[in-house]
């Protein structure tokens, strides 16, 4: 069965510290992994995908995720923090092999920037 | 541009009641999903609509749930009757063909009581 895992309820993080925000996945063909973020009273915002090629992933407002196949990991990560991105996180993955467009989501993650 | 737009904003109803629950994707949006998240968990699919087709609603709850699609552009998704394990965030989020991207809209907060 397909699945996403985000472990951490929570991350706190000082400003200007990096930040890792973990995500691991299950599915029965080729991922294709996202993330997204919520801010609050505002939808879900696409941050960045992981397709095919690099294993490191480049995102908005300086995101960026590494794809681990052998661990079926990708963690979010940001080299320093900000206050303003305080917001839920969630990570996501679509099995196109499946032959679907169905996107399986993750608990989510609240990200406390701390100034 | 204007995003997806989802109304209302929130509903509050009784159990036993009925709910309609409205999407307005991104114009030329063929595809259409629905998502719902309860409370602390994982947002969870429930239907995919393109165009005017239900491509996959394996995730659709039960029969008290019903989303259409008229004419392939707004959506609607009745409750109908409503219980109280139907509380949640309802989100709506729309694609182009053949893209990864999905834009969600800000979702609708249903409580039943």
């Known amino acids: 069965a397909q699945s996403v895992a985000q472990p951490e309820d929570q991350v706190n993080v000082a400003e200007g510290n990096p930040l890792t925000v973990k995500c691991t996945y299950s599915v029965s063909g080729n991922p294709y992994l996202f993330w997204y973020v919520q801010y609050p009273n505002r939808g879900l915002q696409f941050l960045l995908k992981y397709i095919t090629g690099d294993n490191l992933v480049k995102g908005s407002y300086g995101f960026e995720a590494e794809f681990n196949k052998s661990q079926t990991s990708f963690h979010l990560k940001k080299p320093s923090a900000l206050v303003s991105d305080s917001a839920l996180y969630f990570c996501a993955v679509r099995d196109i092999g499946a032959g679907g467009f169905k996107t399986i989501f993750g608990a989510g993650t609240r990200l406390f920037v701390k100034a | 541009e204007a995003g997806v737009t989802q109304f209302p904003s929130h509903s509050v109803i009784e159990k036993g009641q009925t709910v309609t629950l409205r999407c307005d994707p991104i114009?030329?949006?063929?595809?259409l999903y629905w998502y719902r998240r309860v409370m602390g968990k994982e947002i969870k699919f429930l239907l995919h609509?393109?165009?005017?087709?239900?491509?996959?609603e394996s995730g659709m709850p039960n029969n008290r749930f019903l989303a259409e699609r008229t004419g392939g552009t707004y959506s609607t998704l009745k409750v109908q009757p409503a219980e109280l394990e139907d509380s949640g965030v309802y989100f709506c989020a729309s694609g182009i063909a053949g893209a990864y991207e999905q834009y969600f809209g800000p979702g609708t907060r249903l409580t039943v009581t």
């Open positions: 609509f393109v165009k005017e087709s239900k491509q996959d």
């Open positions: 114009s030329g949006h063929d595809n």
